[in-house]
């Protein structure tokens, strides 16, 4: 099983490390997508500081994140699973998975992102700050730019097994499943559950949601399972305790559509 994870907006800095070397990263395919963009902000951040802060959101009380960008082909560099943080994240906790579950996040685990299209959490990578909202000047909207590439990409990275797509809707954006894939995709909602007047009632997470899903995930690592469906993916999460709803798509071409419902959120 494959599993989309969305990126962090808060990275580690790599006190040491190699360089970068684009072209050892996983999925090569991406690579000619992934120098386009680099080259650009990297020329961006090191020409204009005030002008890449405008590009990419920033105020100028994070202008330390332009020159990180501006040092994208000399600064040190760390596996992705230690460069992204945040909540999901530290909930995933990669540094400390048993040593068979880390190693089948190295081989199920996809990040999605605005500057690499995609990557592995043991692709070696420098923190950056470039969201997939981001329109560069000369190659325009990211999402736009990964959708062709992101397209053969994926789906290779998937096989024909089942697919977990657990990121944001700006990251959606660079790439849907289509036709048989989509079959084979499942996406989560989480709702928190509470009673209110002796009624239940449900509402979206947002922060505690990528908390849950960080869970979701690694208990998914830790217990070995190895659904083949979506439908089998709802059975192994009800079974590692999730009280998980799903719904099969109504026609072909759609995905699933899984909620997983909580009574506490932290």
């Known amino acids: 099983m494959l599993v989309l994870l969305p990126p962090s907006e808060g990275k580690a800095t790599p006190g040491r490390g190699a360089a970068l070397r684009p072209d050892a990263l996983s999925l090569p395919s991406l690579t000619p997508a992934r120098t386009a963009v680099l080259t650009e902000l990297v020329e961006l951040c090191a020409a204009d500081a005030a002008k890449a802060r405008e590009v990419l959101g920033l105020s100028e009380g994070l202008s330390a994140e332009v020159a990180k960008n501006a040092a994208l082909l000399t600064g040190p560099t760390r596996p992705a699973g230690e460069i992204y943080t945040g909540v999901l994240y530290d909930a995933l906790g990669l540094a400390d998975l048993p040593p068979d579950a880390r190693r089948r996040a190295r081989s199920s685990l996809l990040v999605c992102s605005g500057l690499w299209g995609a990557v592995r959490v043991q692709d070696r990578i420098p923190s950056y700050r470039c969201s997939m909202g981001v329109r560069l000047p000369g190659l325009g909207a990211l999402a736009s730019h990964w959708r062709e590439p992101l397209q053969a990409a994926i789906p290779e990275a998937a096989g024909s097994g089942p697919l977990l797509d657990l990121r944001s809707s700006a990251y959606t954006a660079a790439w849907k499943p289509q036709g048989e894939l989509a079959g084979r995709t499942a996406t989560v909602r989480v709702l928190h559950a509470r009673l209110v ?47 998980v709803e799903a719904e099969p798509p109504a026609r072909a071409g759609r995905a699933w559509s899984l909620d997983v419902v909580v009574s506490e959120i932290h």
Request: proline share 4%.
């Open 197 to 243: 007047d002796g009624v239940e009632k449900r509402s979206v997470v947002s922060h505690f949601n990528k908390a849950t899903k960080g869970r979701l995930v690694r208990d998914l690592l830790i217990s070995g399972a190895r659904p083949k469906s979506p439908a089998a993916l709802v059975e192994t999460l009800r079974e590692l305790g999730y009280q």
